[in-house]
């Protein structure tokens, strides 16, 4: 079911949109300042977790529960801190970026309400360094913000201070992996840490710490807004505490790519037809991939397997997955993840092994090299894939190459390994009649395309 | 005490040691390249990973894995237990572990194993390390099959000079991080780190610095594999060549526990290599205590001289009983030394006291440098606690040098070459003296300023205990053959007493532990020390 929404979008491609005025004439800050005049850090926490808004960073940890996490007194003397993701690499993903852009101050006042729920008196936003304007309009932003006093020792005249420092990475894929955000946010290598201990025991600089995707947090004043529990009941898997409205994203091979605000429970069909404009030259899904690269890809024709009635996703059981609302739990059961919700279709005509190893090369090039099994494992399966392409494989390498990604799977230290080894999986084993042509050689490099008209 | 089972067996543990280090303790070894005893474990190596079965009531972790039909190229999910890393996961008690007897652990070791030697050069047989290499025991134990990739590997740079003392091979690093945790963490001098990504990682050395200091060679020690070897040893031996013996550095006072490396064909010492004692140097040695192993064939005294001439053994003795012919016994002046061991130390004093009469007691010894907080001592002498324990009226150096001067002492006998002063004036100092001789190891002052110079074997060609600045009397075990005509110095002092006409007490090494250990030093000697 699409229903549009427009909490964050309606200042998108408005002249200063993006201001301050733009921001409070459409009632901006109300929220803040009745969190911070009105509400304990406990009453915040509390209402944070009716609004079920799951993380939008990918993994989709409930944000309120997250927010229960940390410490109710900071270590002695010591800060504790809220770190905003915003490092935004995953291929096929493209929302954050417009919130940075359009409607900075969402981000600011996000920050204050969650600095002030998790007892944190300053944020960090860690923006991928090539996003120059993004940047600019987070600290034009927090500058408007510190200069009506929203920010600073007594922000809406509460002794409750809160400080916001936009922090740019080098811009690597891992610096997301939130661990990994932290010792780069620390001046260190970027790579991820091990845990126990999460950040919200050790985080950043070794404080306690929470960290949330930018979107997650630019949501947060909508919800407080609304009611925390209205929020969430506009989506309709508010049942499966999926809840709210939340940018999706629509890109590859339709007509009309975008990013959208809508309230969860839209269908990927729906995605695709209603609002992406139906598929590039009116060509048939190959397949869909649901939220960012590391997700894995869905055939059109897959369904959903939930023959347990107890379960309350036996509702789905035997839906096509284009059909069933694009949520957390709806697309694990399909065997894949929701991840950034930003659904990137291929139609038919692309070459899905040229797709792998697009994928692949990424993910080669992207591992911190860390971990043998991702460091070494993710160079192989591309090496793999491109003799396949270049027809210089054979069908007993063709045979191995999900051992590889079996390898990784589970072994690392990091979730980058499965972000590798899941799509690599699913892709072989969905087109594997396509590898084989190639390692055959009834298809060479040659007749790969990625790109469809 | 609580304790967990692995495979098993029941494996003891203190509350918030790893599952791996509880195992080592227990004498349980969990295959593993990354995690290293003294340092912080990154679990990134990924060779130790168990399977540890859920608590009661709690369900498995479980992952998708494809499994393949190669008849119909179909695909299957199937599901595997996650394993964790034993290093990074602590022991918890009643906890079942499958280790060996698991074959997700079988499979992951198994392709661990392969990945690592995926880009490897497996050059074995121009790298040092080949004899004593992980990824060479790991293949036989865990492997056994011929990696799959046949193409050309990933390389890398080669023959990375990383300072004055070591050498990088990036090509055969794992990037287990070993070398940068321990300049981080117990050199103190963070000066190593990786840089790029993916598998083009390498380590490298800080921009404008050198791999330099005190503590670079134990880099090359920690690291499991052939990525860095040491200038000094680089082409020199095969390790299977070398035998080893317990040995105590005799570097400093802080007597670090090591092994000593040598070709028992040629009679000759290649190199030291730290071994465990919690209670002296944990895992570790500095470099110029590794590099002393030098001592054992440089600056020797190999033959007896007579004035400065080479001679037999049986002359110099002869001469040595002509130059204290006429001289009260009581007057002669009896220098101990501070590199000697307790045995030769206590040979001297038994003959200078019960023998000979004299109580004229002074003592010698390299002289101090610098220490650090680390392992460095800033006394540069083995058995200082030794030799004050054994003959505590025994006055400075400096005292010999003013007696002599004056005139007090004219004659004396002397243990070991170096003095702690100046060489050139304490040799010039100690010329004042009508005879002297000296049984010693090693040229100095004392030798060059000899009458009678009698060869002594050093620590590495006899058996010895050294007490160390903690007062742990240590056992060091010989290694080569004498040099030359060298023979222990309780030996030569046995024989002196024999022509200056006294009947020694002692004839063999056995005898003076006896003696030392019913009087002087009534403790055993310390040979705590663990192999690693
Ligand atoms: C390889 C990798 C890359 C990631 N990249 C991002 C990213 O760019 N942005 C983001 O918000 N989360 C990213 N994540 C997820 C974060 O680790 C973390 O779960 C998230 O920021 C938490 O915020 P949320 O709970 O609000 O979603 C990544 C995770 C992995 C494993
Ligand atoms: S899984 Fe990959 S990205 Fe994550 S820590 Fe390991 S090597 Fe780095
Ligand atoms: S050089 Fe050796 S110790 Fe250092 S990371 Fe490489 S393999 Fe490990
Ligand atoms: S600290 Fe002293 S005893 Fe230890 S290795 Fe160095 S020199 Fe030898
Ligand atoms: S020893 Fe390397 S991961 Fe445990």
Redesign the interface.
């Known amino acids: 079911m699409i229903k549009t929404c427009n909490h964050l979008t309606k200042h998108y491609g408005k002249p200063n949109g993006w201001s301050l005025d733009a921001y409070e004439r459409e009632g901006g800050y109300k929220a803040a300042r009745r969190v911070l005049t009105e509400m304990t850090r406990e009453q915040v926490t509390d209402e944070a977790k009716k609004a079920n808004i799951r993380g939008r960073g990918g993994a989709g940890f409930p944000m309120g529960v997250k927010w229960s996490f940390m410490p109710k007194q900071a270590p002695a003397g010591k800060p504790m801190y809220l770190a905003v993701n915003a490092d935004e690499s995953e291929p096929g993903t493209h929302k954050d970026r417009t919130i940075m852009e359009e409607n900075p101050h969402s981000v600011v006042e996000g920050c204050i309400i969650a600095c002030y729920g998790i007892g944190a008196n300053k944020a960090w936003i860690y923006v991928r360094d090539e996003l120059h304007l993004a940047r600019e309009r987070l600290w034009a932003a927090i500058k408007e913000a510190k200069q009506k006093g929203y920010l600073g020792a007594n922000p809406f005249g509460k002794a409750y201070p809160i400080d916001i420092v936009v922090h740019t990475g080098g811009g ?1 894929y ?1 610096c997301g992996e939130e661990t990994a955000m932290l010792n780069s946010l620390e001046g260190k ?1 970027g790579e991820p840490r ?1 845990k126990p201990p999460f950040p919200a025991q050790a985080g950043a600089f070794g404080m306690p710490t929470t960290v949330n995707n930018l979107e997650t947090i630019a949501i947060v004043p909508t919800a407080f807004e609304m009611g925390c529990d209205k929020f969430s009941q506009q989506s309709a898997l508010h049942d499966l505490k999926d809840g709210g409205c939340r940018l999706y994203g629509v890109n590859g091979h339709v007509k009309k790519p975008q990013v959208i605000e809508l309230a969860v429970g839209v269908t990927m069909r729906e995605l695709i037809y209603d609002i992406g404009g139906g598929v590039t030259g009116d060509r048939e899904i190959l397949g869909v991939i649901p939220g960012g690269s590391s997700t894995p890809v869905l055939l059109p024709t897959e369904t959903i397997h939930a023959p347990d009635e107890k379960s309350p996703l036996h509702r789905f059981h035997g839906v096509n997955v284009l059909d069933v609302p694009l949520g957390v739990d709806t697309m694990r059961i399909a ?1 894949t993840m929701l991840g950034t919700c930003c659904v990137t279709v291929m139609a038919v005509g692309t070459c899905p092994v040229l797709a792998m190893e697009n994928l692949m090369q990424f993910y ?10 991702c ?6 399966l591309k ?1 793999v894939v491109t ?1 396949i392409l270049d027809g210089e494989s054979s069908m007993e ?1 063709l ?2 190459l ?2 590889i ?3 990784i ?5 990091c979730a980058f390994g ?1 972000g590798t080894a899941m799509p690599a ?1 699913a892709f ?2 969905k087109y ?2 396509d590898f ?1 042509k190639y390692v055959r050689g009834e298809k060479t490099r040659k007749d790969a395309r990625l790109t469809v008209t | 005490m609580p304790s967990f089972k692995l495979d098993g067996k029941t494996i003891p543990f203190e509350p918030g040691e790893s599952i791996i280090g509880a195992a080592r303790k227990a004498g349980v070894e969990i295959p593993h390249y990354c995690w290293h005893p003294g340092l912080s474990a990154p679990a990134n190596c990924r060779m130790c990973l168990v399977e540890i079965k859920p608590a009661a009531g709690q369900r498995p972790i479980q992952l998708d894995v494809l499994s393949l039909d190669p008849k119909t190229g179909e695909y299957k999910y199937q599901p595997k237990p996650k394993l964790q890393p034993a290093c990074q996961y602590p022991a918890v008690d009643g906890q079942e572990v499958l280790s060996d007897s698991s074959t997700h652990v079988g499979d992951a070791r198994k392709a661990v194993q392969e990945l690592l030697l995926l880009n490897h050069p497996v050059d074995c047989p121009i790298c040092d390390q080949s004899g004593e290499c992980k990824l060479q025991d790991y293949w036989l134990e865990h492997q056994k099959t011929q990696k799959r990739m046949r193409d050309e590997p990933i390389h890398k740079p080669k023959a990375v000079v990383f300072g004055p003392t070591i050498v990088y091979d990036a090509e055969r690093c794992v990037m287990c991080t070993r070398c940068i945790r321990f300049m981080e963490e117990v050199a103190k001098d963070p000066v190593l780190d990786m840089r790029e990504r993916g598998n083009l990682n390498e380590i490298s050395v800080a921009p404008g610095r050198q791999l330099d200091g005190n503590y670079t060679l134990m880099t090359e020690h920690v690291c499991p594999v052939g990525a860095l070897t040491a200038t000094d040893f680089r082409f020199k031996a095969r390790v299977w060549f070398l035998r080893s013996v317990k040995s105590v550095c005799q570097g400093c006072a802080t007597g670090c526990n090591a092994w000593l490396d040598y070709d028992p064909r040629t009679s000759s010492v290649y190199r030291y290599r730290p071994r465990e004692n919690a209670e002296v140097n944990k895992f570790w040695m500095c470099d110029p205590g590794m590099l002393s192993y030098k001592r054992a064939h440089e600056g020797r005294v190999a033959e007896p001289r007579i004035a400065g001439k080479t001679t037999t053994v049986q002359r110099a003795l002869e001469s040595a009983k002509k130059h204290f012919d006429g001289v009260p016994r009581e007057s002669i002046a009896i220098v101990f030394h501070a590199r000697y061991s307790n045995e030769d130390n206590w040979a001297l004093k038994e003959l200078a006291i019960t023998l000979l009469g004299t109580r004229m007691f002074y003592r010698s010894g390299g002289a101090p440098g610098t220490g650090d907080d680390i392992l460095i001592h800033a006394d540069k002498n083995s058995n200082t606690a030794g030799l004050n324990q054994l003959a505590p009226s025994a006055r400075p150096f400096a005292d010999l040098l003013a007696d002599i001067k004056k005139g007090a002492v004219t004659h004396a006998i002397a243990l070991g070459g170096a003095t702690p002063g100046d060489p050139e004036a304490d040799l010039a100092e100690l010329r004042g003296l009508k005879s002297l001789v000296t049984i010693s190891a090693h040229d100095g002052p004392l030798t060059k300023a000899a009458a009678v110079v009698l060869p002594a074997t050093s620590w590495a060609e006899a058996g010895g205990t050294y007490t160390n600045a903690k007062g742990l009397r240590q056992i060091s075990e010989k290694a080569i053959e004498p040099i030359g005509s060298s023979q222990p110095a309780w030996k030569v002092l046995a024989e002196l007493g024999r022509v200056l006409g006294v009947e020694p007490s002692w004839s063999k090494l056995k005898d003076i532990r006896a003696r030392l250990l019913a009087v002087e030093m009534p403790s055993q000697p310390d040979v705590s020390a663990q192999a690693e």
Do not use: V, Y
């Open positions: 690597t891992i290598r091990l065997g080669r090039h992207e591992s911190c090299g860390q971990c043998t099994p460091r070494e494992g993710s160079a192989w090496r003799k390498e045979n191995e999900h051992d990604a079996n390898s799977m589970g072994n690392t230290i499965e999986m072989l084993k594997r009649k084989e």
